[in-house]
């Protein structure tokens, strides 16, 4: 199954808006004699592509894969029938297909044609691989993990953001290791968003610089109530069917002919209604959008404010916070967050199942806001499972 994992792992950028997949087809001298990955591009699944490597030495052998079987038609016919045709004798996966058109019935059908089913090993590792996936599929938003970079006091800049400091002069405050961290962060994800304040500060790209390969582009989002982005901006200048900005949709000439000059540069602009306070975008309208483009994950790369604005909305699944070993101080500093705040401890945002990952000096906070698996059945965490400190070497 650890192996399977790994397969499964190579449809990281790959696979979405589908599961990320492995599938190995195990003889009975214990020898592996066909190998699968699930790519979205190329429609199989990879438990189809495992049994046609294996041709047939998988009759009576044993198929292992992280993901129940589908057993419906969509783009491809169901894999249960696969299975069966092939004549294998026993499927053990790591988790049940949070998709309610399967949900347990892909194994009761290999069930009720005698195959030996085994589920639930490495069921913890299974979920986490494939969490963005889950959440998109019950809920039909992506999932949103919230990441920033700051000193041990929380600090995030070293003034607050403004635009007549210049452009592009951003000052990174881990080192190499946590930033190639980010990137894979970025390349897991099918979207990225900032505020309009990170790009008149630094004027970003926020592209995914893995050099790892993905099925489709990095979408990049940009709040941007007012349409104060500059034509000239970087990432404006990069887009290519890649970058969407929301504002507000309040009548204003000004803000048309804005629309339409960004609009002929390739930038998709969506007026969408306001939140509560009048200041930002309906976040929830927002990722309601982001769904219907089949964007099954976010991560929130913003400011203070735009921080603050997605854990207010309680609109965060989960957060990875790195930290480097600094203190700034300083009463102009700019924190994590801004705004009002929540109004007392117990109100606070609450992490759960936090792991801690170092990267060179700094180190990282994982840890979620939302129980992604609350509604998923059968979900086992291993005993005694709480924090975790792990060490990270990623190169």
């Not at 691989?129 to 990441?147: M, W």
């Not at 507000?248 to 007026?271: I, S, Y």
């Amino acid at each position: 199954m650890t192996q399977a994992l790994e397969l499964a792992r190579q449809g990281v950028g790959l696979a979405s808006p589908n599961p990320c997949v492995g599938a190995i087809v195990v003889d009975e001298r214990g020898r592996i004699v066909g190998r699968g990955v699930h790519q979205y591009a190329k429609r199989k699944h990879a438990e189809v592509l495992a049994l046609e490597e294996a041709g047939p030495l998988a009759r009576g052998n044993t198929l292992y894969l992280n993901l129940e079987p589908c057993c419906h038609s969509g783009r491809t016919g169901p894999c249960t029938e696969a299975i069966l045709a092939a004549g294998v004798g026993r499927v053990v996966a790591a988790m049940r297909d949070p998709n309610p058109l399967v949900g347990g019935k892909g194994f009761e059908q290999l069930r009720h044609a005698g195959v030996e089913v085994s589920e639930g090993v490495l069921e913890f590792e299974a979920r986490k691989l494939n969490e963005a996936f889950t959440h998109f599929i019950r809920s039909g938003a992506p999932f949103v993990t919230l990441k920033s970079a700051m000193t041990l006091d929380g600090k995030i800049a070293v003034a607050p953001l403004n635009p007549a400091a210049g452009k592009g002069s951003t000052t990174y405050i881990t080192g190499a290791s946590a930033l190639r961290q980010v990137h894979r962060l970025r390349h897991a994800s099918d979207a990225i968003l900032a505020g309009i304040g990170t790009v008149l500060a630094d004027d970003p790209e926020l592209t995914d610089r893995s050099e790892l390969p993905r099925r489709r582009p990095l979408l990049r989002v940009i709040l941007d109530s007012h349409l104060r982005i500059p034509i000239d901006s970087r990432i404006v200048a990069s887009a290519a069917d890649d970058l969407v900005v929301f504002c507000l949709d309040a009548a204003d000439a000004k803000k048309d002919e804005k629309k339409h000059a960004l609009e002929a540069r390739g930038v998709r602009v969506e007026q969408i209604p306001s939140a509560p306070e009048k200041r930002f975008p309906d976040l929830q309208c927002g990722l309601d959008w982001l769904g219907k483009m089949q964007i099954t994950s976010l991560l929130v790369e913003g400011g203070a404010r735009v921080n603050w604005a997605f854990l207010k909305a309680g609109a965060v699944d989960k957060i990875f916070l790195f930290y480097a070993p600094k203190i700034l101080g300083g009463g102009t500093s700019v924190s994590f967050v801004s705004g009002e705040g929540f109004g007392a401890i117990a109100e606070a945002a609450q992490l759960r199942d936090l792991s801690l990952h170092r990267y060179g000096e700094d180190f990282a906070v994982e840890g979620y806001l939302r129980d992604p698996y609350a509604s998923a059945e059968c979900f086992s965490r291993p005993a005694g499972a709480g924090a975790r400190v792990r060490e990270n070497h990623p190169e």
